[in-house]
């Protein structure tokens, strides 16, 4: 039986109660989790509130598998929806495992802690952005060089999606098809 495939989700908390994310990222982000679950991938994220917990939901109503990678010690500080919780104790440099863990990343949103991982994700995994959920995700395109790179040397390639079913199907073409650098048309 071959391995389930992981992708993971990043994307804006709601530890801030001044800087929330928007109403629209959130539904996107509970629906990128259920398309994950219903293309039987598991769902990899930060594990605590915000878009994490909406994917999370979205994922867990859907019947599917949930991990949170915690950046304290305390596995009950997981959102409800996370079916495996794993503590690091490592605050935000948890956020390299976070990209390392999936296959491909997809982000929705996103503060300057998202945009951290984008970077680490650019260069280390297939790398979807989905349009339309606000924040650093929505100021991208107009931002990376030509669109879709983040440095000159281009040694990453950021891809766009603008609906939840079409960035989880690219996610997981980049999976199949190529690597982070690769770029798929279409």
Known sequence: MPRRLLITVIGKSAKDPADPPSAAALRAAEAV???IAKRDAVLVCGGLSGVMEAACRGASEAGGIT?????????????PYVDIPIS????????????????????LSGGIGTFQELTQAYELRPT????GTGDWADRLPSVALEGHYLDARRSGYLH???TPAAAVDLALRLITEGGPRR???G
Request: proline share 2%.
């Open 33 to 35: 989790g259920r398309e």
């Open 67 to 79: 991990v949170g990678i915690l950046p304290g010690e305390d596995k009950e500080s997981a959102n």
């Open 88 to 107: 690091t104790g490592m605050s935000g440099y948890r956020d390299l495992l976070n990209v390392l863990a999936g296959d491909a990343v997809i982000m």
């Open 128 to 131: 979807v952005v989905l349009l």
């Open 160 to 162: 766009f999606a603008e």
């Open 183 to 185: 770029r798929v048309i």
